[in-house]
């Protein structure tokens, strides 16, 4: 049983705003740190982030609008909190506490991750997809009901009807389709608005990418200031991290569709 996301849900929008702040700051600095969490609906985009490099309101509001259309922007930006800053302050270590359990994906996870690209490759809008026991609910914003039967014959489609999505009409958050981005894979802590540094972010990454290497579940755990996680350098973790995050084209285009 799985539930996917495309990137035009709500909370998947407000992962891309933060994603998007993220890949700002590396262009403003080799290794930044930054945390944003972003909230919107409504005609409105609240945004709050912890950094050690500057951002004026121009620049996340272009952020804003590319990605979510005419809201207005409501930023709060900080400088990072000095604890957390001297902990970065002469080499890379773990940025953060947090338990994670990286776990290798089922053929059904990977089938509806295919559907939903499908689907959104024709449909460029608000949807969600839930795929149980061969049963697949689809439930797709701007599209016609009939025209999605005809792609999949036996699926549940938009149950309540034809409907416009975005948001408008539900609100969206960082960090709240957890289960889209990650399958059966834990994390004690959100994917998406965080650099390299987090165990968030890069521990995830090498979790994840080691249980589709092995095929078996992978968990570790760290503490913040940790040189090493599980007997790894952390230094190579962020390294193994980067390397994912650069291939698949940066911070945004990872919170499209999360880990897989």
Excluded at 133 to 142: A, E, G, N, R, V
Excluded at 186 to 210: C, M, Q, R
Excluded at 220 to 239: F, N
């Amino acid at each position: 049983m799985i539930e996917k996301v495309n990137p035009c849900h709500p909370d998947k929008v407000a992962d891309r705003i933060a994603g998007a702040i993220v890949d700002l700051a590396y262009q403003k600095k080799d290794d930044p740190k930054v945390a944003a969490e972003v909230l919107l609906g409504h005609g409105i985009c609240h945004i709050i982030v912890e950094s050690d490099v500057e951002y004026s309101l121009e620049e996340v509001d272009g952020i804003v609008k590319r990605i979510a259309g005419n809201l207005e922007t409501d930023l709060k930006a900080v400088r990072q909190d000095i604890h957390l800053s001297d902990n970065q302050k002469d080499e890379i270590r773990c940025g953060d506490n947090g338990i994670f359990r990286g776990m290798p994906l089922s053929d059904e996870q990977k089938r509806l991750s295919c559907i939903a690209r499908e689907i959104y490759e024709r449909y460029p809008s608000d949807g969600k997809y839930i795929l149980a026991d061969d049963k697949l609910i689809i439930c797709q914003s701007k599209a016609k009901n009939i025209d999605l039967q005809k792609m999949y014959p036996d699926a549940i489609i938009n149950p309540l009807g034809e409907w416009s999505g975005g948001s408008d009409v539900d609100a969206g958050a960082t960090n709240r389709k957890l289960g889209s981005d990650m399958a059966d894979s834990v994390t004690g802590g959100g994917l998406h608005g965080k650099d390299l540094s987090k165990a968030d972010v890069s521990v995830n990454i090498y979790s994840f990418k080691k249980a589709q290497e092995t095929g078996k579940a992978v968990e570790m755990y760290c503490a913040i200031g940790d040189r090493k996680v599980c007997g790894i350098e952390y230094k190579d973790i962020v390294e193994e991290a980067r390397e994912y995050i650069k291939d698949i084209g940066g911070f945004e285009k990872f919170a499209e569709w999360g880990l897989y």
